[in-house]
């Protein structure tokens, strides 16, 4: 079964750090490109960023550029998000999702085929 496990979320304060990983099971990483989509209650689906099969190409929400920083390590079948400077606006669940595909896209989640049971992140003092 293919299943994407994401951990990491938890509380922070403003202007601190967390890292999320992304855990691939019963698939390969090496042929899906990679995204973070981020839900907030009462507002819409936002794509945070995403990396591209290879690692070669990323993309990041302008709300995120600069603070956030999307890895991907193959051969552990994991991807990261590093986020630093934490802002209470980051506070939201956040999803792992998955397609195949080279490159990855920040505004079509539908295009997205696994999708991971979210971590919540909340940024407070």
């Known amino acids: 079964q293919l299943q994407l496990v994401e951990s990491g979320g938890g509380l922070v304060q403003p202007g601190g750090s967390l890292r999320l990983s992304c855990a691939a099971s019963g698939f390969t990483l090496d042929y899906y490109a990679i995204g973070w989509f981020r839900q907030a209650p009462g507002k819409e689906r936002e794509g945070v960023s995403c990396?591209?099969?290879?690692?070669?190409?990323?993309n990041y929400a302008d709300s995120v550029k600069g603070r956030f920083t999307i890895s991907r390590d193959n051969a552990k079948h994991t991807v990261y998000l590093q986020m630093n400077s934490l802002k209470p606006e980051d506070t939201a669940v956040y999803y792992c999702?998955?397609?195949?595909?080279?490159?990855?896209?920040?505004?079509?989640?539908?295009?997205?085929?696994?999708w991971g049971q979210g971590t919540q992140v909340t940024v407070s003092s």
């Open positions: 999702v998955a397609r195949f595909a080279q490159r990855c896209d920040l505004t079509r989640a539908g295009s997205y085929n696994y």
């Open positions: 990396i591209s099969s290879s690692g070669g190409s990323t």
